[in-house]
């Protein structure tokens, strides 16, 4: 029992020291860009390993039983490790819609000033923060390599999951192919942008909802299976130490799981 807790004490507090690391301009380590142009990625592998001590050291506290500890381990690695991901991922494409605002506004100021596109994105650099500053570096990078400016967004925004470049990507694209008025289009993105701005805080609003029952319901079924071993031992004996009670609390993970599937795709469809 002490061991056990000790474990779940040391789990959240290796949790709490990776959240930790994020600073008011949340520099996203795990979003690293390669100087040799390698993809922009989201490391998942940190997620599940802290999923899988959470709960590890969640299973041994509630059973004590080595077999169930180690089943919580794994659905806790993803569980709870696709969850954390999930939520670093959807704060960061919070905080790069945030930004595009800016962006929009940056190089609409470059275009009125009489710069062309590549100097537009290279002057909109220096008043950005992460994680939109290096993807934009990472975008003049590989335009500086010889793919054309409009292809590099293309591919950056592919790569980082960052679906608003598409826009600007669309725009110089036309841009180069058939000329016109980079102002007005892009007066007319940034308008978009702050409409699109107002309807995903409404959504979040409601989605938060939706995640915050979803996190009461999974985590009910644990906490019963916690209050029966410490306040009726006996009578939780069965659920964690014979193969009837071992396919009971598989079955109880397995429908957890696949709840938090439903919900997440409700989500996404809302989204």
Request: glycine share 8%.
């Amino acid at each position: 029992m002490v061991i056990g807790t000790i474990l779940i004490f040391l789990a959240f507090v290796a949790i709490g020291l990776h959240l930790s690391k994020r600073d008011k301009e949340v520099q996203l380590h795990d979003e690293v860009i390669q100087e040799k142009g390698k993809k922009l990625k989201t490391s998942k592998t940190r997620y599940y390993l802290l999923g899988l001590a959470a709960g590890s050291a969640l299973g041994l506290v509630l059973t004590g039983n080595l077999l169930i500890t180690l089943i919580f381990g794994v659905a806790g690695s993803f569980l709870v490790g696709e969850k954390m991901y999930r939520s670093q991922e959807e704060k960061r494409k919070m905080l790069l819609s945030e930004q595009f605002t800016q962006v929009l506004s940056s190089i609409i100021s470059s275009l009125e000033a009489g710069s062309n596109p590549y100097q537009a994105l290279e002057e909109a650099v220096p008043a950005l923060k992460n994680p939109a500053r290096d993807i934009f570096i990472e975008i003049l990078r590989q335009n500086r390599t010889g793919t054309n400016y409009h292809e590099a967004i293309a591919k950056v925004a592919e790569e980082s999951g960052w679906e608003d470049l598409r826009q600007i990507e669309v725009a110089f694209r036309l841009y180069n192919s058939a000329g016109g008025d980079l102002v007005a289009v892009f007066n007319y993105l940034l308008q978009a942008a702050y409409e699109n701005k107002s309807d995903r805080k409404y959504v979040e609003g409601l989605t938060s909802q939706i995640r915050m029952t979803a996190l009461v319901l999974s985590g009910m079924p644990f906490f019963l299976m916690g209050a029966m071993r410490f306040m009726a031992p006996e009578f939780a004996y069965p659920l964690f130490n014979t193969p009837t009670g071992i396919f009971i609390v598989v079955l109880i993970i397995v429908l957890v799981a696949i709840g938090n599937r439903i919900i997440n795709k409700m989500v996404e469809d809302i989204c």
